[in-house]
C-alpha cells in the first residue's frame, strides 16, 4: 500500500532555520547584557552566539533568495522588538516585597532604550546588507564561489552591524564612549572569524539542504 501524497511529498527546510535564526537572535541579545573581558580585550556575550545567524542568514539568501530571506530577517525584528517589549512591561509591573528577585531581572533583563535600538538597528541593517550582496554576488558567480558569497557578504554585513551597533551603543546607551573602538574592533574581528572557521561547515549545510529541498532551483 502505497503512503499518502503529502507523505511522500518532500517538505522545505526553510521554516526550521527560520525558527533556529530567530531562537539564535533572541539568545544573543539576552546574552549581550554581560559584557566580557578577557585580558585588554572587550566585548560582550551576545557576539558568542550571534555570528551563527549570518551563517543562517547565509544559508537562506543562497538556498531561497533575497524575498525569503527578508521575511527571516522582519520576521526576527518583529521578535526582538516583542521580547523587548515583554522584558519592559514585566519589569514595569509591581513585584510583591518578599520577592527578592525583581532587582536581579532588572539588571539583567531591564529596558535600556539605548541597547535596545542600537541592537535592533544593527541587525536590521547587518542582515539586510549581507543577504542583499550575497544575491547580488551569486547574480555575477551562479552557483560557482560560494566561499566568496559566503565571506563578502559576512564581512560587508557584519562591518555594518559592528559599527552601527557600537556607535549607537556608546552615544545614546550604556556603554562608555572610550570603549568604542575596542567593542568595534574585536567585535568585528571575532564575527568574522567564526563565520570563516564555520565555512567548511556552511558548504556542507547549504549543499545538502540544495539536494533535499524541493524549492530549490539553481541560480
Excluded at 518532500?10 to 533572541?26: D, E, K, N
Excluded at 535592533?120 to 539586510?128: I, K, N, R, S, W
Amino acid at each position: 500500500m502505497s503512503a499518502p501524497a503529502e507523505v511522500r511529498q518532500r517538505t522545505s527546510f526553510y521554516p526550521i532555520i527560520v525558527a533556529v535564526f530567530c531562537g539564535l537572535l533572541l539568545i544573543s541579545n539576552v546574552a549581550a547584557v554581560k559584557a566580557i573581558q578577557i585580558g585588554d580585550l572587550t566585548f560582550d556575550g551576545g557576539a558568542v552566539l550571534f555570528p551563527l545567524t549570518y551563517v543562517l542568514g547565509d544559508v537562506l539568501a543562497e538556498i531561497y533568495g533575497f524575498k525569503k530571506a527578508k521575511l527571516a530577517i522582519w520576521t526576527g525584528f518583529a521578535l526582538g522588538a516583542l521580547a523587548s517589549l515583554c522584558f519592559w512591561l514585566v519589569d514595569a509591573l509591581p513585584a510583591p516585597p518578599e520577592y527578592g528577585m525583581s532587582e536581579d531581572f532588572h539588571n539583567v533583563l531591564g529596558f535600556v532604550p539605548g541597547i535596545v535600538l542600537a541592537s535592533l538597528a544593527a541587525y536590521l541593517a547587518g542582515q539586510f546588507l549581507n543577504s542583499w550582496v550575497l544575491v547580488k554576488i551569486k547574480e555575477r558567480t551562479k552557483e560557482g564561489k560560494l566561499w566568496a558569497r559566503l565571506l563578502g557578504s559576512t564581512y560587508a554585513g557584519q562591518l555594518v552591524d559592528t559599527l552601527v551597533f557600537c556607535f549607537l551603543a556608546t552615544t545614546i546607551g550604556p556603554i562608555p564612549s572610550e570603549l568604542f573602538w575596542n567593542y568595534f574592533i574585536v567585535g568585528y574581528i571575532f564575527k568574522c572569524a567564526v563565520e570563516t572557521i564555520m565555512l567548511p561547515v556552511t558548504y556542507r549545510v547549504i549543499a545538502a539542504i540544495k539536494k533535499r529541498e524541493p524549492d530549490y532551483r539553481p541560480a
